[in-house]
């Protein structure tokens, strides 16, 4: 996995929890256990308890850097951290909900791994997700394109990326299980200030595996080649630059 920047992510982050808003707004009951999957620096941790202020909410994220940073700004016996990955790691108890956003994008076999998860949902319990599926738009193919470009592909061949998955095999998943599954898609039109945005909301995310697998002499011009190519793509505003996003979302409950 790479390693991730928190400030770097935190940089756009009324943008970034709006979905995760959006996702829980959407979760019925009064969960007492609340997993928090890729919780990344935990800001979100307060939305959860906002929502569910009796509930114990426990974030695990494979980045070390993220859950340092949780730990730090969520000083609260209600809410505990964990350094581990979510293609391996299992709750100790059944859980009310399991909750994430933007995580199964980067889990390779992330149906599986789902899968393995719903059987430590509690009955009558919730998994809710939120993955972007904007994988066609330019701030993914001009990554792609810009780094299979000589003398970028000798160090990006292979490099990790995001893994989309189309929403119907969601579907299939939880509703194959017998559980009850509300899902949807919404195009966020953010509307982003500063010179090069896109480039630095992607460069906290999703080109980040590009930006670290490059040697430090190649990195800057990568980026000035496809900071150049995203300002083309998404052409500043008086207003700010217009960045559409889409997302998947998807709550499923237990029907046991």
């Known amino acids: 996995?790479?390693?991730?920047?928190?400030?770097?992510?935190?940089?756009?982050?009324?943008?970034?929890?709006?979905?995760?808003?959006?996702?829980?707004?959407?979760?019925?009951?009064?969960?007492?256990?609340?997993?928090?999957?890729?919780?990344?620096?935990?800001?979100?941790?307060?939305?959860?308890?906002?929502?569910?202020?009796?509930a114990q909410v426990h974030g695990v994220d494979s980045s070390p850097e993220m859950i340092e940073r949780a730990s730090a700004d969520n000083r609260d016996d209600a809410a505990t951290y964990e350094l581990a990955d979510v293609a391996a790691w299992t709750p100790q108890r059944p859980v009310d909900l399991v909750v994430s956003n933007a995580l199964f994008q980067w889990v390779p076999d992330q149906l599986a791994v789902i899968e393995r998860l719903t059987a430590h949902v509690a009955p009558d319990g919730t998994f809710a997700l939120q993955v972007p599926r904007n994988y066609d738009s330019p701030s993914h193919t001009l990554l792609r394109d810009i780094g299979a470009e000589p003398p970028f592909a000798a160090h990006t061949a292979g490099v990790l990326a995001d893994r989309g998955t189309e929403p119907t095999a969601y579907l299939e998943l939880f509703a194959g299980l017998g559980w009850h599954v509300d899902l949807w898609e919404t195009t966020y039109l953010h509307v982003l200030p500063g010179d090069d945005p896109v480039f630095d909301w992607v460069s906290g995310t999703g080109a980040?595996?590009?930006?670290?697998?490059?040697?430090?002499?190649?990195?800057?011009?990568?980026?000035?080649?496809?900071?150049?190519?995203?300002?083309?793509?998404?052409?500043?505003?008086?207003?700010?630059?217009?960045?559409?996003?889409?997302?998947?979302?998807?709550?499923?409950?237990?029907?046991d």
Do not use: K
């Not at 999957?37 to 569910?52: A, D, S, Y």
């Not at 697998?213 to 217009?242: K, M, Q």
């Open 208 to 255: 980040r595996p590009y930006l670290q697998a490059l040697p430090d002499e190649l990195r800057d011009d990568f980026a000035a080649a496809y900071r150049a190519a995203l300002r083309s793509a998404y052409p500043r505003r008086p207003w700010g630059t217009v960045f559409p996003f889409r997302r998947t979302f998807v709550v499923a409950r237990r029907a």
């Open 1 to 54: 996995m790479p390693v991730w920047d928190p400030a770097r992510y935190l940089q756009f982050a009324d943008d970034r929890s709006r979905p995760f808003v959006d996702l829980v707004g959407r979760v019925q009951g009064t969960p007492r256990t609340i997993v928090d999957l890729g919780c990344g620096p935990g800001h979100l941790t307060e939305v959860l308890r906002g929502r569910w202020p009796d």
